[in-house]
């Protein structure tokens, strides 16, 4: 069992920037690959990054590209999404995610809910216009 927490979430103006983080604790998630969804008031949840096991790949949806980075330190047990330019369209919840073990993801990445076996409580991100 994996426990997830988000934290990093607020209120900011658009264009400014948000360091999200999320920590896990009662097991290591080093060799499992991570996500970062959000889920708009009145929508279903969407994919916004991922990150393989290893580091090596990485991928967004389209909306995020440049903006957004996703990053790890295994070390720390942590799962960063570095926003920046920040849109009012970003505005959401946003959820961390631990999914599958030791295997690289496909070639468009795992974009699916049903991919991640582990959710954070999530964290709101609300930006202003």
């Known amino acids: 069992q994996v426990q997830l927490v988000e934290s990093g979430g607020g209120l900011v103006q658009a264009g400014d920037s948000l360091r999200l983080s999320c920590a896990a604790s009662?097991?290591?998630?080093?060799?499992?690959?991570l996500g970062w969804f959000r889920q708009a008031p009145g929508k279903e949840r969407e994919f916004v990054a991922g990150i393989s096991w290893t580091s090596t790949y990485t991928y967004y949806t389209d909306s995020v590209k440049g903006r957004f980075t996703i990053s790890r330190d295994n070390a720390k047990n942590t799962l960063y999404l570095q926003m920046t330019t920040l849109k009012a369209e970003d505005t959401a919840v946003y959820f961390c995610?631990?999914?599958?073990?030791?295997?690289?993801?496909?070639?468009?990445?795992?974009?699916?809910?049903?991919?991640?076996?582990?959710w954070g409580p999530g964290t709101q991100v609300t930006v202003s216009s």
């Open positions: 995610a631990v999914g599958p073990l030791r295997v690289d993801p496909p070639r468009e990445g795992w974009r699916r809910v049903g991919d991640y076996n582990y």
């Open positions: 009662g097991r290591t998630f080093t060799w499992y690959n």
